[in-house]
Nanobody
């Protein structure tokens, strides 16, 4: 059974930092593209960052320069380090694993940035 379990969300003041974690089980995270998405109230889910199986990384313009996606293969965990957080970063953040035959989502972790 595949599980993606996010953690690390919380309430942070504007300008602060958070590191989100996505612990994968049932799959080898390094074999797939792993994404972080977010969804703010009343808005569509948007792609925030991706790390591919070859460790290439891609970022949405809205977080580029402020965020870093990384992967710890020994822990089978993907991280999203977010710095200089803004109120508009407030959303539920979801981990997503995708490949030719897989498409899995985590349950999400709430990130709230106060101004």
């Amino acid at each position: 059974q595949v599980q993606l379990v996010e953690s690390g969300g919380g309430l942070v003041q504007s300008g602060g930092s958070l590191r989100l974690s996505c612990a994968a089980s049932g799959i080898i995270a390094s074999a797939y593209a792993m994404d972080w998405y977010r969804q703010a109230p009343g808005k569509q889910r948007e792609l925030v960052a991706t790390i591919t199986s070859s460790s290439s990384t891609h970022y949405a313009d809205s977080v580029k320069g402020r965020s870093t996606i990384s992967r710890d293969n020994a822990k089978n965990t993907v991280y999203l380090q977010m710095n200089s957080l803004k109120p508009e970063d407030t959303a539920v953040y979801y981990c997503h694993a995708r490949g030719r035959f897989i498409d899995y989502w985590g349950q999400g972790t709430q990130v709230t940035i106060s101004s």
